[in-house]
T-cell receptor, first 115, second 118 residues
Framework: AQSVAQPEDQVNVAEGNPLTVKCTYSVSGNPYLFWYVQYPNRGLQFLLKYITGDNLVKGSYGFEAEFNKSQTSFHLKKPSALVSDSALYFCAVRAPSGGSYIPTFGRGTSLIVHP | GAGVSQSPRYKVTKRGQDVALRCDPISGHVSLYWYRQALGQGPEFLTYFNYEAQQDKSGLPNDRFSAERPEGSISTLTIQRTEQRDSAMYRC????????????????FGEGSRLTVL
């Protein structure tokens, strides 16, 4: 079975500082990895994905994520946080070749950016 | 429409009643997913369609839950004889990728239907 772990329920960062939201995964075969963001009373919105190729992927709103196969991680990063980045962030994995192509989500991490 | 539309946004019902939740996906999207999300948790898979075919219903908790997508577009998730433990946010998502084994597509989510069973 495939799974995703987001070890931090909440991440606090000051505006202007770099941020990292952690994600680790467990799958058989090659993973397809995704990050989504959820603002209050809204649906989840796609941020970025890793399918193959360059381990560093760039997405919407200045976010990027680094795929690390040896550490089975896909941490979300941003060089300079904004107050408007405050939201819930979900990591998800698909593993068509050895697991399931149905996306499995982590429990989410609440990012709070302080002015 | 421009995005995935779900209705009703909020549903309050009494224990034992049946409820139907509707999802209208992005036009042309082949795949449609239903997830359930409890407070403080991530979305939990319920069922999945390609066109009108229900490809996987392994996440449906029990036989009170069913889903259909008869014309390959709008989908309905039905919960019969609701129980308090069914209270949650029910989320629908669609994706343009149709080939299950090779799909790399991201999901587009609706705003959800919040169900409260009293």
């Amino acid at each position: 079975a495939q799974s995703v772990a987001q070890p931090e329920d909440q991440v606090n960062v000051a505006e202007g500082n770099p941020l990292t939201v952690k994600c680790t995964y467990s799958v058989s075969g090659n993973p397809y990895l995704f990050w989504y963001v959820q603002y209050p009373n809204r649906g989840l919105q796609f941020l970025l994905k890793y399918i193959t190729g360059d381990n560093l992927v760039k997405g919407s709103y200045g976010f990027e994520a680094e795929f690390n196969k040896s550490q089975t991680s896909f941490h979300l990063k941003k060089p300079s946080a904004l107050v408007s980045d405050s939201a819930l962030y979900f990591c998800a994995v698909r593993a068509p070749s050895g697991g399931s192509y149905i996306p499995t989500f982590g429990r989410g991490t609440s990012l709070i950016v302080h002015p | 429409g421009a995005g995935v539309s779900q209705s009703p946004r909020y549903k309050v019902t009494k224990r034992g009643q049946d409820v139907a939740l509707r999802c209208d996906p992005i036009s042309g999207h082949v795949s449609l997913y239903w997830y359930r999300q409890a407070l403080g948790q991530g979305p939990e898979f319920l069922t999945y369609f390609n066109y009108e075919a229900q490809q996987d219903k392994s996440g449906l908790p029990n036989d009170r839950f069913s889903a259909e997508r008869p014309e390959g577009s709008i989908s309905t998730l039905t919960i019969q004889r609701t129980e308090q433990r069914d209270s949650a946010m029910y989320r629908c998502a669609s994706s343009s990728s149709g080939v299950g084994a090779l799909t790399t597509g991201e999901l587009f989510f609706g705003e959800g239907s919040r169900l409260t069973v009293l």
